[in-house]
């Protein structure tokens, strides 16, 4: 399973003005409302809910906050990029400015952890994270994280 395969054109937002955790959440929730026709507040929703399990920040400004949604036919995903880092109560205590927002249905298991396991591997690369950060619109974020997807199934 590929990221840049899991995001629609639309899938992805560069947002300014996000000041809080909550904030950058709320930023997601509504990226995948109007990516794939949800209720914003159910999806805020449910990414505060796992949240309150523990952080979703995997360390270097990255975190993947995720949830499991009614209405969903496979695992989804957006990428909001945060103009400042937020306090996101990671174990490396660097702020978050990528989030990738992974979506699955309450039944997709496997498919879920598989989506995890390929955000976590693709977002580990330094190099891709600082291209990432200095793209300068969504489409050339959308570029960047296929082109990861094609390198990894080389």
Known sequence: ???????????????SGVTSKRQALHAVAEA?????????????????????????????????????LAGLDSVS??????????????????PVDLLLGLFAAPEDGAG??????????????PELREQLRRAENPDAVLALLLRQSEAEAA
């Open 32 to 68: 995948a409302a109007h990516a794939y026709g949800l209720d914003a507040q159910v999806v805020y929703d449910a990414l505060i809910e796992r949240e309150a399990l523990g952080s979703t920040a995997l360390g270097s400004g990255v975190a993947v906050p995720h949830a499991r």
């Open 77 to 94: 995903a957006v990428f909001v990029r945060l103009d400042q880092p937020v306090a996101f109560a990671a174990l490396d205590e660097r």
């Open 1 to 15: 399973m590929h990221i840049g395969a899991l995001l629609p054109a639309d899938g992805v937002v560069l947002r």
């Open 112 to 125: 879920h952890l598989r989506a995890l396991a390929a955000a976590s591997r693709a977002l580990r690369s």
